[in-house]
């Protein structure tokens, strides 16, 4: 598991928009958003998928990811349908994309060169 998909559980996503949470933690976000289709008369096929599945809905809707970005999903608030992909800018956040086993080896990584650079040594 990523130390990221422990973070996509927050409250705080629910409360916040996702590029407010994400950008600080040092990555670029691309967002896509959707209304959710609940009026009939706009668009009868998409309200009945919706209404049948609304999570199958949710996954077919197009949403180009560009390259090196990592697809991180989508979701469905109270407002809009959000999808998410975003690209690490930051050691922070590519340390929080990382597959966990991968995140404790890039961490013992980072203690060793801080201690190095705390220590004077080059």
Known sequence: ?????????????????????????????????QDP????????EAFESFARDPDAYIQSLPFAIPEGYTDMGR?????????????PISSLAELLLAQEEAAESMAAIARERRRQVEGGEH
């Open 1 to 33: 598991m990523r130390l990221i998909d422990q973070l996509l559980e927050h409250p705080l996503f629910e409360e916040r928009p996702v590029d407010q949470v994400f950008e600080p933690l040092g990555f670029d976000v691309h967002l896509g958003t």
């Open 37 to 44: 289709p609940l009026d009939p008369d706009d668009d009868k």
């Open 75 to 87: 979701r469905e608030t109270e407002d809009e349908i959000v999808m998410l992909a975003v690209k």
